[in-house]
T-cell receptor, first 111, second 114 residues
Framework: GQQLNQSPQSMFIQEGEDVSMNCTSS?????WLWYKQEPGEGPVLLIA?????ELTSNGRLTAQFGITRKDSFLNISASIPSDVGIYFC???????????FGSGTQLTVLP | DTAVSQTPKYLVTQMGNDKSIKCEQN?????MYWYKQDSKKFLKIMFS???????INETVPNRFSPKSPDKAHLNLHINSLELGDSAVYFC?????????????FGPGTRLLVL
């Protein structure tokens, strides 16, 4: 079953606002990945995190690997209309190379 | 150039038919995957496969079978399609980089079973 709790489920924000979303789990993960999916497309990798406490940026996006290894957050600063989409966290546990996905955060940016 | 490609993008078929979805990656990755995304957008792993190992999610019906003619291709064959198989199916691939898993997704195949 699903092991990642992602929140919020959806967000409606004004253009220019900052956004924060997070994923938590009762299990320890070795890797946290953040993806964005636009309508009709596949998920696109935004940021990859491999070390507890790691903070990584990609343009206006910043993500952190929680120190307990059981959570991660993604921040988007100064949102723009093209940030619209579904953002997914994904985690990898143990030696298995399979990912477990969160349920997604649907982001809507209002002009 | 598309890194992970899938065909077809849309597939509409009748219940009971057998169909295949093709996936190709030109990234030189060693492992490929199939995911199913349901109507609530939840992504669930179905298979992971490299030339040494096939890992099957235990919840996947045996009507679904991956077939890999070579390292760059992993096709998904579905027998006796059912209404509940309607979903978006994504292929993905990843390089072997121990401790640094990343996966790259194709554009998806939208399957509708009537």
């Amino acid at each position: 079953g699903q092991q990642l709790n992602q929140s919020p489920q959806s967000m409606f924000i004004q253009e220019g606002e900052d956004v924060s979303m997070n994923c938590t789990s009762s299990s320890i993960f070795n890797t946290w990945l953040w993806y964005k999916q636009e309508p009709g497309e596949g998920p696109v990798l935004l940021i990859a995190l491999y070390k507890a406490g790691e903070l990584t940026s990609n343009g206006r996006l910043t993500a952190q690997f929680g120190i307990t290894r059981k959570d991660s957050f993604l921040n988007i600063s100064a949102s723009i209309p093209s940030d619209v989409g579904i953002y997914f966290c994904a985690g990898q546990r143990g030696s298995a190379r399979q990912l477990t996905f969160g349920s997604g955060t649907q982001l809507t940016v209002l002009p | 150039d598309t890194a992970v490609s899938q065909t077809p993008k849309y597939l509409v078929t009748q219940m009971g038919n057998d169909k295949s979805i093709k996936c190709e990656q030109n990234l030189g990755h060693d492992t490929m995957y199939w995911y199913k995304q349901d109507s609530k957008k939840f992504l669930k792993i179905m298979f992971s496969y490299n030339n040494k190992e096939l890992i099957i999610n235990e919840t996947v019906p045996n009507r679904f079978s991956p077939k890999s003619p070579d390292k760059a291709h992993l096709n998904l064959h579905i027998n006796s399609l059912e209404l509940g198989d309607s979903a978006v199916y994504f292929c993905a691939s990843s390089p072997l980089d121990r401790g640094r898993e990343t996966q790259y997704f194709g554009p998806g195949t939208r399957l509708l079973v009537l």
